[in-house]
């Protein structure tokens, strides 16, 4: 079977016949060789030895019963870089690179020396990449989650960020005063959980995901607590649900300015809290 017929196979088994589905079927067999999309089309008449086969279609078949793409690939691609991801960790996503934008677009000197806490950090995606756009940046990378650090010191090393890396429960484990914290904590109620994707609910980490007080739990202890580490004139940014806006705002209220940024869909999606 050569690539062609391995990617109308592949159609024809699974039964979901979207865009989302034909991105991870072309991820999916872009992996078996390590090519970009154009290798891809310029070898769609190449076999594939049995082993890729054998593998191709395990890997089909993993993502028919609702596996994300980047948990079956193990890694997602973030910001320009190559994250592992595993299942103790989120995925990382397109609104978060947002969030990363943000950063980097209100701190355009690049040789300046910060202070910078990425809080519950999973993949380390948000702390490694703001490390790579900005070397000199002391960047602390901090999880409960040993399991999910571990991932994010597996990324540092393979993307050669410098980073350190602290475990613990939100900001305790941080040391004196930050110029940046940032964090996308868990923020989904559990009254949404129909309004999410089925590979979601069954295979990302309930405990990144889902917030007491309808989401706004982690959002009350940062408003209690961040004032003890921010020095005067830092900055919290907070990836935030697309309902939490004002909700989230008004927290901060008498503790900082506040600003809420939109996503590229629109949505209420993030929110930096200036002491």
Do not use: C
Request: zero cysteines; glycine letters at 6%; aromatic letters at 10%.
């Amino acid at each position: 079977m050569n690539f062609f017929e391995a990617q109308k196979w592949a159609f024809s088994f699974i039964d979901r016949d979207n865009e989302e589905t034909k991105s991870a079927i072309k991820l999916l067999l872009m992996d078996i060789r390590g090519w970009n999309e154009l290798q891809l089309l310029q070898n769609l008449q190449t076999n594939l030895a049995d082993s890729e086969l054998s593998k191709f279609k395990k890997r089909v078949k993993m993502y028919q019963e609702d596996w994300p793409v980047q948990y079956i690939l193990g890694h997602a691609l973030f910001f320009g870089h190559t994250f592992r991801v595993t299942e103790d960790t989120l995925i990382p996503r397109s609104e978060t690179e947002e969030l990363v934008e943000w950063i980097i677009s209100d701190n355009p000197i690049i040789d300046a020396q910060q202070k910078v806490a990425d809080i519950g950090t999973g993949t380390g995606a948000i702390g490694i990449s703001l490390q790579l756009e900005r070397p000199d940046w002391d960047v602390t990378l901090s999880d409960i989650s040993e399991k999910a650090l571990a991932v994010a010191k597996e990324n540092a090393i393979n993307l050669q960020a410098k980073v350190k890396l602290a475990a613990g429960d939100l900001l305790s484990v941080l040391n004196g005063k930050y110029d940046l914290i940032v964090s996308n904590p868990p923020y989904i109620a559990a009254s949404e959980i129909d309004l999410m994707d089925r590979s979601v609910i069954a295979h990302e980490p309930k405990s990144a995901l889902f917030a007491k007080e309808n989401g706004l739990l982690f959002y009350h202890r940062f408003a209690e607590e961040i004032t003890n580490y921010l020095k005067p004139g830092g900055k919290l940014y907070l990836e935030i649900g697309f309902k939490q806006g004002q909700q989230v705002a008004k927290l901060f209220d008498n503790i900082g300015k506040v600003e809420i940024k939109k996503d590229f869909y629109g949505n209420d999606r993030m929110v930096r809290v200036t002491i």
